[in-house]
């Protein structure tokens, strides 16, 4: 057997496996089914439909997560330099963030609620403050751009963003799960 021949065979194997595990990013929607997803936005009553394509582009183009989104300020974007930034810490009291609190205080004892609640809201991790080009497709200027003349904030809760995403993948006929993460 010659080296050539046993890479190859090797990579055909794991070719073969990642073709037959199931993977996390197995979820993730195909071109087609986003665009479909962005389709049906439309189809979606005001003002769902603003609502619905800015989570939709703002999860699948951005990259931005569920908690993100739903503490999205018009502020986060620095339409000099096309960036949208995600900031270590904004001043929150939202029922996600006081949940998130509580969660937090019952891991680490030393810590208050009312001292988990002044660190809130944060991103996931230090890391996740973060800056992300917004200039990557004329549509996601003019969605960035529309959402934030009629809105200085996300207006919903944290959960209306995974009920945006849900109504979306309903109405475009999309099978299968379809919720930020996986866009
Ligand atoms: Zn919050």
């Not at 569920?66 to 930034?85: K, P, Q, V």
């Not at 904004?90 to 019952?106: I, K, L, S, V």
């Amino acid at each position: 057997m010659t080296d050539d021949y046993q890479q190859s065979s090797e990579w055909a194997q794991q070719h073969r496996e990642s073709l037959t595990t199931r993977h996390t990013h197995e979820d993730v929607l195909t071109d087609r089914e986003f665009e479909l997803l962005l389709e049906a936005c439309s189809s979606l009553p005001e003002p769902k439909d603003p609502q619905t394509r800015f989570v939709c582009l703002a999860a699948g183009r951005l990259g931005l997560r569920a908690g993100e989104i739903a503490h999205f300020h018009a502020e986060w974007l620095d339409w000099d330099r096309m960036l949208l930034r995600i900031p270590q810490h904004e001043p929150c009291e939202c029922g996600y963030c006081r949940r998130q609190a509580t969660q937090e205080t019952t891991h680490n004892e030393e810590l208050t609620h009312e001292e988990a609640m002044e660190a809130r809201w944060h991103p996931k991790t230090v890391a996740s403050a973060r800056s992300i080009p917004i200039d990557l497709s004329l549509r996601l200027e003019l969605c960035l751009e529309r959402f934030t003349n009629q809105y200085e904030a996300f207006p919903r809760s944290r959960s209306a963003v995974n009920r945006r995403v849900t109504a979306a993948a309903e109405a475009a006929d999309i099978d299968g799960r379809v919720y930020p993460h996986a866009l």
